[in-house]
């Protein structure tokens, strides 16, 4: 059973930070490419932030420079580092988990941003 939880969201002030963690459990971490999404009310997802199974990250620009996407193949963990946060950053942010034949979902963390 394949199951990615997400944690760390909750509320933070505008120029603070917050540290997402998102396990990953029943699947081979390793070859996976990992990516954080976000999510409004009334809009599509958009991706964050992605990091390819070999370590490489890539990033939205509206987040270039003050988020930093990670991971953990020993903790079968990613991580998505964000600074600098404003009130625009607020979002339910989705861990996802891709391979070649199969993408799966995180249940979601609410991220608000807001004094």
């Known amino acids: 059973q394949v199951q990615l939880v997400e944690s760390g969201g909750g509320l933070v002030q505008p120029g603070g930070s917050l540290r997402l963690s998102c396990a990953a459990s029943?699947?081979?971490?390793?070859?996976?490419?990992m990516g954080w999404y976000r999510q409004t009310p009334g809009k599509q997802r958009e991706l964050v932030a992605a990091?390819?199974?070999?370590?490489?990250?890539d990033y939205a620009d509206s987040v270039k420079g003050r988020f930093t996407i990670s991971r953990d193949n020993v903790k079968n963990t990613v991580y998505l580092q964000m600074n600098s946060l404003k009130a625009e950053d607020t979002a339910v942010y989705y861990c996802?988990?891709?391979?070649?034949?199969?993408?799966?979902w995180g249940q979601g963390t609410q991220v608000t941003v807001s004094s």
């Open positions: 990091i390819s199974s070999g370590g490489t990250g």
């Open positions: 029943g699947i081979i971490f390793s070859i996976y490419a």
């Open positions: 996802n988990g891709k391979s070649a034949f199969q993408s799966h």
